[in-house]
């Protein structure tokens, strides 16, 4: 057997004539160039596949840092609405003391106005226990006053 030939060497299923079992008639030859040149076609086409496959994956890879920068966003977006919520969440927290806390001062002013009106009650009777033991001093004054005069 010879050495490879240029089409064994770039096809190695394709034989060289000397090594087919075939006859070497017109025919024969014929079709064998044929299936050689179709060989050829196939292969042309493979590596045409191969580039456009080539091209897909890049692509794809394109589309996956895409994604992951997408990934990366949302993950900062999903942190922050996470920090704001929380401070939403403080915010009420803050606002619900301050509530509490508003309560309890309109019910101590409540107490107070009522301790007041209870007080002004008291100076009222007091005053007028005082405009009584005024009156009746008075009475008591204008009396003396027409006992010394009728003395006189």
Known sequence: MKGKTPLQKKHPRCYSLDTLPL????????????TCSSVDKILAAGNKILLAVEHVLSAV????????KHRLTVEQILFTDERICSTVEQI????????STAEQILFTGERICSTADDIYSAVERVLSTSEQTLWTAHKSCSTAEG????VE
């Not at 006859?23 to 044929?34: E, H, I, Y």
């Not at 890879?61 to 992951?68: D, V």
């Open 23 to 34: 006859s070497t008639s017109t025919l024969t030859l014929f079709s064998f160039n044929k």
């Open 61 to 68: 890879e394109q589309i996956l840092s895409a994604a992951q």
């Open 92 to 99: 009420l927290f803050t606002g619900e003391r301050i509530c």
């Open 147 to 150: 006992v010394l005069s009728t």
